[in-house]
């Protein structure tokens, strides 16, 4: 009887163990260190073999930045853009433009990385330009999205080079970005502004800022 009960209650202890090991399904990869400066930022929108992602694309990955956010009008525009393309009407409106309206806004998928089974961050980026006359704007914007289980819960702004121009003024904006292992998002901003002051002298100021963000 003793040994009966022994490798009964054994019995139990194996099973017990292996159905907690099944469990624990959970598996957190490690991200690898991404860095990308302005340079790096032009070669990426160079890059002809990347997948171009549309405006319903974009909106799907940009739906947790607030409506306050500098980028709102540009998703917006994006989609007004898109539309005029799929509906033949892109040529007119090419052939119409003013000053300070939006040319032309394309949207590309850089990478997925894959941080856990159940979530990944997505690495895309936006091109845009306006209407080649002052005032003139253009930028290259990456953003990271978080997507856990298949939906979005985030995204931030990463990497970026942004211009305007209205002569004799100008602003500039560029960025040294690096995504650590950890998930924090560490970005090296640079802004210069230039023109003319009220003596009809030149200026140029520069200033820095360090930003901070964290994906997951």
Request: net charge negative; charged share 25%; hydrophobic share 40%.
């Amino acid at each position: 009887m003793m040994k009966y009960l022994l490798l009964t209650f054994l019995g139990f202890t194996l099973w017990g163990c292996g159905t907690k090991a099944k469990k624990e399904t959970h598996v957190t990869l490690q991200v690898a260190e991404m860095k990308i400066d302005s340079i790096a930022l032009e070669s990426i929108f160079l890059d002809s073999s990347l997948t171009k992602i549309s405006s319903l694309e974009a909106s799907s990955l940009w739906g947790f930045l607030p409506d306050t956010s500098e980028y709102f009008e540009l998703l917006n525009s994006f989609r007004r853009l898109d539309s005029l393309k799929s509906a033949g009407k892109y040529e007119n409106y090419i052939s119409s433009l003013d000053i300070g309206m939006y040319k032309d806004i394309t949207g590309i998928l850089l990478k997925d990385i894959s941080v856990s089974e159940a979530k990944t961050l997505r690495v895309w980026g936006i091109n845009y330009s306006s209407y080649e006359a002052c005032p003139y704007f253009d930028g290259k914007v990456l953003f990271i999205s978080t997507i856990e289980n298949n939906k979005t819960t985030a995204c931030v702004p990463f990497a970026y080079i942004k211009t305007s121009a209205d002569a004799p003024f100008y602003e500039n904006f560029s960025t040294s970005s690096t995504l650590k292992p950890n998930g924090k998002v560490l970005i090296n901003e640079t802004h210069e502004a230039g023109g003319i002051d009220e003596k009809d002298k030149a200026y140029i100021e520069k200033r820095n800022a360090k930003i901070e963000y964290s994906v997951f």
